[in-house]
């Protein structure tokens, strides 16, 4: 997918934000694909966009750090437009006690195009299907 | 435009005066040579220029150290990761914290009563751009002012007496990614401060603020071209030969220098002697060694350069074409030590990448390479007459390839030490190393450029060594022939800074959040106190009335804690594995207060 289109998925990830509460995903895609421990291409794409643009506060695998939410837990009430929303406009909580910001990253490629695997990769550990570390995929080498 | 907020009390205007009650000598550099080496202070962040984070301060000794209790305790107000120690000057005491970056005087002489609070304003956008949480390691004194690096690269000096601003500038824009963490070092009449944002493709340099009025006094970049360099390709030496023209420039494909890493946000130290300041550089961008062939020099470099011309006097790059994140960037400690049996005037440096390097500081002679932790597997060894570590290809991330996960390398990305600041004890001649005992799984991929956006390129999983259980040690090592002395096992990395004194007693935290009191010489445990979170502060120490004070931050956070928040990868293959690793989190909640320890 080129920059362009990029853009337009993300418009339409906003317009669903407003418009069509089952986001943006299609009805019969599954959000991941786990089989015998091993993930498909998309869930580990998910992986790695992870560890290179969310890992550096939200730890490894997804797990949480001194600060940044434990995201295995945040997908259990979080719905994929929710998550959309906050992963493209970020989020800011700063108050008195908490210094907490999380980017926007609507204009990140490298989220943004692979939104919904980096969204089908934290699923698959939320719903405890995927364990910790690296994943193989459907097909790797041993 | 004012960037303060200060908190100014006419009435303790005279009682700071008075609590200083320091004369002014004309050079900040008079004044700090002498102070430092006055015990019953602490008056930068370092302790002394040399880096040895060690006091002659006796009243506490191996003897009485089991009687030590917390005194007082502080509340910072803010809870992040808590990097770094105050300062104690004369009867005043300067604590800072993580973002917002609040600085606070502290009248000893009563209480601890705030006398000045600063308050920065700073756009909260810049968290999001700081890599490993909001930490700060702390303020500078000299010449009568505070100089604070605030996390938006915004360098500002205030008064130490009431804390009014007196000047700022700007060094660095939090929209490419730069940011600062690292705490200033003043020398003379200028202040020396570094950048962050190795994982944003910063370009990394050096810059010299003249103390005076905030200008630039000169400016040196880790990589680029000769004259960005601050280099002299005939004078400036590495491994004792001159470096050449374009020694950077050679080492980089096309431009990719100009997002080639190399930050500077570590401790800096000055040899009067020699009149060089000595800091390493940290890791060439991206973490994908595939997508920048060549040496990316002087990223993992340690430089000396004359303090008054920034000009280098020699470099010694320690990781060539860095494929694991080991940022060379740690304390260089200037000590004079026998090595091999021949006094040398020493630098010494724990690495990341897990050697712990003895150079003769004046020439930038190798003379010692060795690992301090037996688990360090990437490198066989260093090659002594060219200086290059022996790459064990198997741990080799670039020759694996993208794409390819290169298994079970130790250290992990954090190393076996990162900036927590190791102590060295003129007495027992020993130095005393927190230190980390960590391995990884390491994947690079191919990512592109956008500026102000991570440019990291690999995943990575991180477990304890094969067969061990513990993720940290403290060690004694001797520097001279490169050995460890003694070695404490910690349940978690010790992300603390060392304090040694010549009670021979030397202290560290941990992240479960004790302060421990080992004997210097044997490393027998004396005290323990659990403070209230986790510590990756720096413990130091300073008088008062005549009695001797410790005092560490305590604030879990840090890289330390996006690491070891939920526990590491368990070293287990297994899908669904949850396996047994541990989590801090079952150990240490956040939060900021300083913890000040005394004897009755």
């Known amino acids: ?142 | 435009m004012s960037l303060k907020k200060s908190t100014l009390l006419g009435c303790t205007i005279l009682l700071g005066v008075a609590a200083i009650g320091l004369s002014q000598p004309a050079s900040a550099n008079d004044e700090l040579l002498k102070l430092q080496g006055d015990a019953n202070q602490w008056v930068m962040p370092t302790g002394n220029y040399a880096n040895h984070r060690y006091s002659t301060l006796d009243q506490i000794t191996a003897a009485n150290a089991s009687k030590l209790h917390p005194v007082w305790s502080f509340s910072t107000g803010v809870l992040r990761g808590h990097e770094g120690n105050p300062l104690i000057v004369g009867n005043v005491m300067y604590v800072n914290t993580p973002f917002p970056n609040n600085v606070f005087a502290l009248d000893l002489n009563d209480n601890g009563k705030i006398i000045w609070k600063y308050e920065p304003r700073q756009d909260p956008s810049v968290i999001a751009v700081m890599c490993c949480d909001t930490v700060n390691r702390g303020v500078a004194y000299g010449d009568g002012k505070i100089i604070l690096n605030q996390a938006d690269a915004t360098v500002v000096a205030l008064d130490a007496k009431t804390g009014k601003e007196l000047w700022h500038v700007k060094n660095g824009d939090p929209k490419k990614g730069e940011t600062m963490t690292m705490a200033p070092m003043i020398v003379k009449d200028k202040v020396y401060v570094g950048i962050s944002g190795g994982e944003f493709g910063v370009q990394g340099r050096l810059t010299a603020y003249n103390l005076k009025d905030g200008s630039v006094a000169w400016n040196a970049r880790s990589v680029g071209p000769d004259d960005q360099l601050l280099v002299d390709p005939n004078k400036t030496t590495n491994m004792g030969k001159p470096i050449g023209a374009n020694s950077s420039l050679s080492t980089w494909e096309g431009d990719q220098w100009k997002t080639g890493g190399g930050t500077t946000w570590g401790w800096y130290s000055y040899d009067p002697a020699t009149n060089l300041i000595y800091y390493g550089t940290g890791n060439p961008s991206t973490w994908n060694p595939v997508q920048r062939p060549g040496d990316n020099k002087w990223s993992m470099t340690i430089f000396a350069r004359d303090a008054d011309t920034g000009m280098a006097k020699w470099v010694y790059q320690m990781t060539p074409h860095d494929e694991w994140d080991y940022d060379g960037v740690n304390e260089m400690i200037l000590a004079d030590i026998d090595v091999k049996g021949k006094p040398v005037k020493a630098l010494v440096h724990f690495d990341r990448n897990g050697f712990g390097y003895t150079l003769n500081r004046e020439t930038g002679e190798l003379l010692v390479a060795e690992k301090f932790d037996p688990a360090v597997n990437w490198a066989s060894h260093v090659d002594m007459q060219t200086g290059r570590p022996q790459v064990v290809p198997q741990y080799s991330t670039g020759h694996n390839g993208e794409d390819k996960n290169s298994r079970n390398i130790c250290p992990a990305a954090l190393g076996s030490k990162d900036q927590q600041p190791a102590a060295f004890s003129p007495r027992t001649k020993m130095f005393y190393v927190p230190t980390n005992h960590v391995c990884m799984d390491y994947e690079p991929f191919k990512v592109s450029y956008t500026a102000g956006q991570p440019y990291v390129g690999a995943t990575l999983s991180m477990y304890p060594p094969k067969g061990d259980n513990n993720l940290g040690n403290f060690i004694a090592w001797d520097a001279g022939t490169g050995k460890i002395a003694w070695s404490l096992p910690e349940t978690f990395s010790v992300w603390s800074g060392a304090l040694a004194t010549a009670g021979d007693v030397v202290f560290y935290g941990t992240l479960d959040g004790y302060l421990k009191a080992v004997d210097a010489k044997t490393g027998k445990e004396l005290y323990k106190y659990k403070t209230p979170s986790g510590i990756i502060g720096n413990v130091n120490t300073y008088t008062h009335n005549g009695k001797q004070y410790i005092a560490v931050y305590s604030g879990v956070g840090g890289w330390a804690g996006i690491g070891m928040a939920a526990g590491l990868t368990n070293d287990t293959d297994g899908l669904g594995a949850v396996g047994a690793y541990k989590q801090l989190s079952n150990y240490t909640q956040l939060g900021g207060v300083l913890t000040v320890f005394g004897l009755d």
Do not use: W
């Not at chain 1, 990830?13 to 943006?24: D, F, I, K």
């Not at chain 1, 929303?85 to 108050?95: A, C, H, Q």
């Open chain 1, 1 to 142: 997918m080129r920059y362009s289109s990029a853009l337009a998925l993300l418009g339409s990830l906003c317009a669903c934000v407003v418009l069509a509460p089952r986001g943006s995903l299609a009805q019969n895609d599954p959000v991941y694909v786990v089989k015998d421990g091993r993930v498909d291409q998309k869930t580990f794409n998910g992986y790695r966009r992870y560890g290179e643009s969310c890992h550096r506060c939200h730890g490894p695998d997804g797990a949480g750090s001194s600060y940044a939410p434990d995201l295995t837990e945040s997908l259990k009430s979080m719905t994929h437009d929710q998550f959309a929303e906050v992963v493209i406009n970020g989020r800011t909580n700063v108050t008195q006690s908490q210094n907490n910001v999380m980017p926007a990253f609507g204009t990140t490629e490298d989220v943004v195009l692979y939104l919904d695997d980096i969204y089908g990769y934290l699923k698959a550990r939320s719903d405890g299907k995927l364990g910790r570390g690296r994943p193989k995929r459907i097909g790797e080498d041993d």
